[in-house]
């Protein structure tokens, strides 16, 4: 099983950038897509882009143009940055192994790790 650790979140304001980092151990990294999730303060959570093995990327509408997730398999880790950040991006942020449907959507596949917070505001 993959163990993953978020970091990188903090507090910045309206138009500012972060970039996540999510350290995986416990499993062969490079053979596993991975994804990244948000869950907002009263809300559900909800997936935001993901990375296949081979390297495609995907996003959710509401962050496209805006996010890049990355990968770097030598460290077993992948990354999400951050641009243009708006205060409706304020979330815990999470990555996961992901799988697919056929429908091309992405689905968690271990165990949620502990986060990182992001705060955007003035």
């Known amino acids: 099983q993959v163990q993953l650790v978020e970091s990188g979140g903090d507090w910045v304001q309206p138009g500012g950038s972060l970039r996540l980092s999510c350290a995986a151990s416990g499993s062969t990294f490079s053979i596993n897509a991975m994804g990244w999730y948000r869950q907002a303060p009263g809300k559900q959570r909800e997936w935001v882009a993901a990375?296949?093995?081979?390297?495609?990327?995907y996003y959710a509408d509401s962050v496209k143009d805006r996010f890049t997730i990355s990968r770097d398999n030598a460290k077993n880790t992948v990354y999400l940055q951050m641009n243009s950040l708006k205060p409706e991006d304020t979330a815990v942020y999470y990555c996961?192994?992901?799988?697919?449907?056929?429908?091309?959507?992405?689905?968690?596949?271990?165990?949620w790790g502990p986060g990182t917070q992001v705060t955007v505001s003035s």
């Open positions: 990375i296949t093995v081979g390297g495609s990327t």
């Open positions: 996961n192994v992901v799988g697919t449907y056929y429908t091309g959507s992405f689905y968690p596949r271990g165990d």
